[in-house]
């Protein structure tokens, strides 16, 4: 399985861009790389995905490199609100729809 | 929808008592998986189905611990006997497989086991 490495936590000032990376240099051709986030005593909710190009949603953008060994979760405005934990998650497709949550990158905005 | 629906919120038990968590899934959902988060492991994949057939279940710690699908519209886990250890929260989540795999959680059962 396709490990992902992130910082244990961040901070980022309110109103500005935070950006999340994520390594997951043994990622294989065909796997997807998923973020999700988990507020304070919630259940994690998905943010956005991507395989090869970067994507954006309306809740943030997610860049991959060229070579896929890495990726960068961006909030283009971070409010009180992001505070969380953003977990990044390869998708094991050779064995069904399971995913495997790390420990993830807990965010903190400051106000 | 209302969402994935878990019961109860909160548990609390003896060692030793049998706790049975509860779940309903997203209707039309073809996956259900079953999650515990502690502070020491994080968030675990226990178990996961697809159409109600329980497809990988090595997440699942040890016999103590079953989880039943009777229907697309519910789901069970079972501990028995419960010891402190069990002490965690439990999520449940549903997908609808062939979408973009968006798995939807639910709030979660908090079990305490004294």
């Known amino acids: 399985d396709a490990k992902t490495t992130q910082p244990t936590s961040m901070d980022c000032a309110e109103g500005r861009a935070a950006n999340l990376p994520c390594n997951h240099s043994t990622i294989s051709g065909n796997e997807y790389v998923y973020w999700y986030r988990q507020i304070h005593s919630q259940g994690p909710q998905y943010i956005i995905h991507?395989?090869?190009n970067n994507e954006t949603n309306e809740m943030a953008s997610l860049i991959i490199t060229e070579d896929r060994k890495s990726s960068t979760l961006i909030l283009p405005h971070a409010t009180l609100r992001d505070t969380a934990v953003y977990y990044c998650?390869?998708?094991?497709?050779?064995?069904?729809?399971?995913?495997?949550f790390g420990t993830g990158t807990s965010l903190t905005v400051i106000p | 929808d209302a969402g994935v629906i878990q019961s109860p919120r909160h548990e609390v038990t003896e060692m030793g008592q049998e706790v049975t968590l509860r779940c309903k899934p997203i209707s039309g959902h073809d996956y259900l998986f079953w999650y515990r988060q502690t502070m020491m492991r994080g968030l675990e994949l226990l178990i996961y189905?697809?159409?109600?057939?329980?497809?990988?279940d090595s997440g699942m710690p040890e016999d103590r611990f079953s989880a039943k699908m009777p229907n697309a519209s519910f789901s069970t886990l079972k501990i028995q006997p419960s010891e402190p250890r069990d002490s965690a929260v439990y999520f449940c989540a549903s997908m609808y497989g062939t979408s973009y795999n968006e798995q939807f959680f639910g709030p979660g059962t908090r079990l305490t086991v004294l």
């Open positions: 998650i390869v998708r094991v497709t050779t064995t069904g729809n399971q995913f495997y």
């Open positions: 189905f697809n159409n109600n057939v329980p497809i990988d």
């Open positions: 991507g395989l090869k």
